[in-house]
């Protein structure tokens, strides 16, 4: 069954902050960006060995592992956020702190393949998730400390968050790695 088309939110379906995400989300097919952005993710890492990816690119900076596993995480949190909108869910869901969360997390210790595998199996759910959800499910809001979002919003920022890691990624960590490691 054919899902349905998840258009742009409108700027009043989310915090300003994440403008930033939406911003770097191209026209088309949302779902097809997020099965076709997770393809890039892997392609990216792939080459990367276990040593490569504790690589930092400045002492106070996430690791690779960490990015990928702080990338899982967030979907994780936005992704049930939407599930608790798109079913009607009327209290106050809790923020979370990436920082604290990666930080509580053993990012390090797990091997990239596992991490990017994770990733994919959470991308799978997210997947499944919004390509199950009608149009009027998909504009239902709810609220976080940081303001009160739209499914469809929740959905976007999920893609827009990643393509922004992406681009960390390259420019940040792959490229220094790619110099030798001296960012």
Not at 30 to 37: A, K
Not at 168 to 176: F, G, K, P, S
Request: glycine share 8%.
């Amino acid at each position: 069954m054919p899902h349905v088309r998840i258009p742009r939110p409108a700027s009043d379906e989310y915090a300003p902050y994440f403008q930033r995400y939406l911003d770097k989300i191209p026209d088309g097919d949302l779902i097809e960006h997020l099965t076709d952005q997770l393809a890039e993710t892997r392609s990216m890492l792939g080459s990367l060995s276990d040593a490569d990816a504790r690589f930092r690119y400045a002492p106070d900076k996430w690791s690779i592992k960490e990015v990928v596993g702080h990338i899982t995480d967030t979907e994780r949190i936005m992704a049930y956020r939407a599930l608790c909108f798109a079913r009607g869910e009327q209290g106050l869901l809790p923020s979370f702190d990436e920082n604290a969360y990666v930080k509580a997390s053993r990012f390090d210790e797990r091997e990239l393949g596992a991490l990017v595998a994770e990733l994919g199996t959470v991308r799978a759910s997210t997947i499944a998730l919004f390509g199950g959800l009608t149009e009027d499910e998909l504009l239902r809001r709810g609220r976080v400390p940081s303001g009160e979002y739209t499914v469809r919003a929740l959905a976007h920022i999920i893609t827009g968050h990643e393509r922004h890691h992406q681009q960390i990624l390259r420019e940040r960590y792959l490229a220094a790695i790619r110099r030798g490691g001296d960012a």
